[in-house]
T-cell receptor, first 117, second 111 residues
Framework: DAGVIQSPRHEVTEMGQEVTLRCKPI?????LFWYRQTMMRGLELLIY????????DSGMPEDRFSAKMPNASFSTLKIQPSEPRDSAVYFC???????????????FGPGTRLTVL | QQPVQSPQAVILREGEDAVINCSSS?????VHWYRQKHGEAPVFLMI?????EQKGHEKISASFNEKKQQSSLYLTASQLSYSGTYFC????????????FGKGTKLSVKP
């Protein structure tokens, strides 16, 4: 089975440009999470979707960040305009429904390393 | 509300044991443990639930003290493959599955 798929794996852009990160969760999973990881702040939850609906976006840093999940197999995280302080590794993770007795473990994608110059 | 992990870093020789602690200022329903190897994504290790239930890893064990709002991860007879950063995560209210992770404990196992 394919795991969580993220694209691109690496992105280098200039300040002010729009950046779109993409995620395909594992088939059958109904929860999707976007995280940002930096040395200073660690692994931060940005937003959490359940059944394609945003449940908790309190971790989204500011209005420059937006996330969508138009269907069960695709999500995007957009930064517009990007700033150097947005440089980080962005992970997408998914988890299966609780009723599958999976203990809600999260399966992480390989991450997108974003560098904003 | 971020859980606090200690120590921040540990260096071991192969075969030695280590304990990583995770504590929270709020009541815990569950504690999740993940390991991240350098340059890779975090990988689920185990979950400990209120009431003592747990789903674990073969050679790594953990405890969960609900009253003290603490969890400890025990790595015994460490192997080189144990190297990485260990994160504990606590559920952010309502047991919906969205986690708040601690800052991590970097474990280095030397030959």
């Amino acid at each position: 089975d394919a795991g969580v798929i993220q694209s691109p794996r690496h992105e280098v852009t200039e300040m002010g440009q729009e950046v779109t990160l993409r995620c395909k969760p594992i088939s059958g999973h109904n929860s999707l999470f976007w995280y940002r990881q930096t040395m200073m702040r660690g692994l931060e939850l940005l937003i959490y979707f359940n059944n394609n609906v945003p449940i908790d976006d309190s971790g989204m840093p500011e209005d420059r960040f937006s996330a969508k999940m138009p269907n069960a197999s695709f999500s995007t995280l957009k930064i517009q305009p990007s700033e150097p302080r947005d440089s980080a590794v962005y992970f997408c993770a998914s988890s299966p429904p609780r009723h599958t007795n999976s203990y809600n473990e999260q399966f992480f994608g390989p991450g997108t390393r974003l560098t904003v110059l | 509300q971020q859980p606090v992990q200690s120590p921040q870093a540990v260096i071991l020789r192969e075969g030695e044991d280590a304990v990583i602690n995770c504590s929270s200022s709020k009541a815990l329903y569950s504690v999740h443990w993940y390991r991240q190897k350098h340059g890779e994504a975090p990988v689920f290790l185990m979950i400990l639930l209120k009431g003592g239930e747990q789903k674990g890893h073969e050679k790594i064990s953990a405890s969960f003290n609900e009253k003290k709002q603490q969890s400890s991860l025990y790595l015994t007879a460490s192997q080189l493959s144990y190297s990485g950063t260990y994160f504990c995560g606590t559920e952010k209210g309502g047991s919906q599955g969205n986690l708040i992770f601690g800052k991590g404990t970097k474990l280095s196992v030397k030959p």
